[in-house]
Every structure is written in structure tokens, then in C-alpha cells.
């Protein structure tokens, strides 16, 4: 049974730990302190990160992270080629935990933002929030709004 936990980043920013077993997945990880803590404290084995943009406290724990576990495949959007290993965009689709990761572009706060979807658990970035959206670093409201 796949488990989702946050990790606080910042002040105002979670990094997003998914894990089943004694596996673990990374969405977003703007540091990475508190994340190889946790993963140390519960003795996971990272098997993936995921990345939603190309801003730096979602990904400037990358490089870190990857000092500890180097062969981490990454998955992330074009805007994000100097980190992932494996570029998606919307409609791709690929497995973690045996279930179906669909990913949707979700572009407006950055041009190549994207979400990941898994069962019914949304990864959404800085594109949603309960409470609104992200700001329009693009200045394309309309790409937001269809996000």
C-alpha cells in the first residue's frame, strides 16, 4: 500500500515523499537535508524523483540528493533537462510502485509545468493549490486558467 508523506521545506513548501515497502519517491525536492534524514530515519531506498518545474525550491535539492543515491532516474519536464534522466510531457505515461503515473502539462506558472497523476493522488507543483494557484511567471494567464 503506497504511503505519501511530507517533508517541510522552507517556509513555506512541503517535499512530498511517496513510499511503499521499504521504497521511496521524491516529488520536488527544493533541499535535500530533511529529505536524506528521512530517508535514513525509516532506511528507504530512493527509487525515483519527480519534478514538476524548473524552479529552484522545488529542484535545488537534486545535485545533493544524488551525491547519496547517483543512479536515481529523474523523472521531469523539458525545462528541466539538466536534471532528468527521463523528459516526459502530456500523455506520457510510465511506472512506480506497479501503477500507472499519467502525466499532464499544467503549464503558466512555468512555459513546460507538469503534473503527475497516480491512482488518484495528484502532484501538482505550484500549478494548484487548495487555495488557488502558483503565480504566472509566464505572463500566459490563459495557459494557467486551462491548467
Known sequence: MMEINPVKAFSDNYIWVMEEGAEAVIV????????LAYLDKKALNLTAILLTHKHDDHIGGVRKILE????????????TTDLATQVVKE???????????KVFKTAGHTEEHISFLIED???SGDALFSG???RVFTGDYQAQYDA
Open 68 to 79: 547519496k543515491y547517483p543512479e536515481t532516474p529523474i523523472f521531469g519536464p523539458i525545462e
Open 121 to 123: 493522488v495528484l502532484f
Open 132 to 134: 488557488g494557484c502558483g
Open 91 to 101: 500523455g506520457d505515461t510510465f511506472t512506480l510502485f506497479g501503477k500507472e503515473v
Open 28 to 35: 520536488d525536492p527544493g533541499e535535500a537535508g530533511d529529505v
